[in-house]
């Protein structure tokens, strides 16, 4: 699979995953919910965005190699 689309895939399921997450929060409120959130939800966003910037520079290298092999 190339690179920009697991990157692209990545990006929507943490979409997903938040869409998912609003919708649990309305029913289940209370300290254990919000540690959750805090502990295991709130670096997704920024990992999900490092890991994209990453898989970006490996699609690069990537094509370099291929490039290079031609």
């Known amino acids: 699979m190339i690179p920009q689309g697991c990157a692209a895939?990545?990006?929507q399921a943490s979409k997903q995953l938040?869409?998912?997450w609003r919708e649990?929060?309305?029913?289940?409120?209370?300290?254990k919910s919000q540690e959750f959130e805090r502990?295991?939800?709130d670096d997704i966003?920024?990992?999900?965005?490092?890991a994209a910037s990453i898989m970006g520079e490996i699609e690069v290298l990537l094509r370099k190699v291929r490039s290079d092999c031609e």
């Open 9 to 11: 895939n990545l990006i």
């Open 18 to 20: 938040s869409l998912e």
């Open 24 to 31: 649990t929060k309305d029913s289940w409120k209370d300290i």
């Open 39 to 41: 502990d295991y939800l």
């Open 45 to 50: 966003p920024d990992h999900v965005a490092r």
